[in-house]
């Protein structure tokens, strides 16, 4: 069975704090997503890793994927209350067209 | 371009009564998902079509939930009968790929269930 398992599950932080999020699993990835949820509304795309070790920014958001494509980490620096979400990394298992969300983190970003 | 249409955005039925979900995917998107959300949690796949044909229903409980897209546009996830345990809201995604390297998906909405 591939499981993405996030941590942490929920995390609550003062505005202009940094955090990170991490999505670990034992399987390989072909590829990476990170999406982000808000009540009410379904997940929306935040970027996608593929290539192992990959790095990529989005504004204060910076993603990373694990050189054995087996783990990803979603930074945020200087958090707002916009930040304020479902982070949900998901992925398809090398191999197969399976893919699956992970445990999912739950962030609130207090003004 | 307009987004990945669901309709009704909630619902409530008392148990044992049907109920159905309507989804309208993204122009040109071949592959659809429905998905089922408990609150807080991932999205967990039910059933996934590539054009009409459902190419992975492993994790759709066949006994009570159907589900169809028969022109290979839009589709409809049918409950009969619901219970208590079937309130969560159900997404439909869809998807302009259909290789192994890339998943990226594009939500509805999503419909809230509540069943009584």
């Known amino acids: 069975t591939q499981l993405l398992e996030q941590s942490p599950q929920f995390l609550s932080i003062q505005e202009g704090e940094n955090l990170t999020v991490y999505c670990n699993s034992s399987?390989?990835?072909?590829?990476l997503q990170w999406y982000r949820q808000e009540p009410g509304e379904g997940p929306v795309l935040l970027v996608t890793?593929?290539?192992?070790?990959e790095v990529k920014k989005l504004k204060r958001l910076t993603f990373q994927f694990g050189d054995a494509r087996k783990d990803s980490s979603l930074h945020i620096t200087a958090a707002q209350p916009g930040d304020t979400g479902l982070y949900l990394c998901?992925?398809?298992?090398?191999?197969?067209?399976?893919?699956?969300f992970g445990t999912g983190t739950r962030l609130k970003v207090l003004a | 371009e307009a987004g990945v249409v669901q309709s009704p955005r909630y619902k409530i039925i008392e148990k044992k009564q049907p109920v159905a979900f309507w989804c309208n995917p993204i122009?040109?998107?071949?592959?659809l998902y429905w998905y089922l959300q408990n609150l807080g949690q991932g999205p967990e796949l039910l059933i996934r079509?590539?054009?009409?044909?459902?190419?992975?229903d492993s994790q759709l409980p066949k006994d009570r939930f159907s589900a169809e897209r028969l022109k290979g546009v839009d589709s409809t996830l049918k409950i009969q009968p619901a219970e208590l345990g079937d309130s969560a809201v159900y997404l439909c995604?869809?998807?302009?790929?259909?290789?192994?390297?890339?998943?990226?998906?594009?939500f509805g909405p999503g419909t809230r269930l509540t069943v009584l």
């Open positions: 995604a869809s998807s302009p790929f259909r290789t192994e390297r890339y998943h990226e998906q594009f």
């Open positions: 399987s390989v990835f072909s590829s």
């Open positions: 890793v593929v290539t192992g070790g």
């Open positions: 998901a992925g398809g298992a090398r191999g197969t067209y399976k893919y699956i």
């Open positions: 122009s040109g998107h071949n592959t």
């Open positions: 079509y590539e054009n009409e044909e459902a190419v992975d």
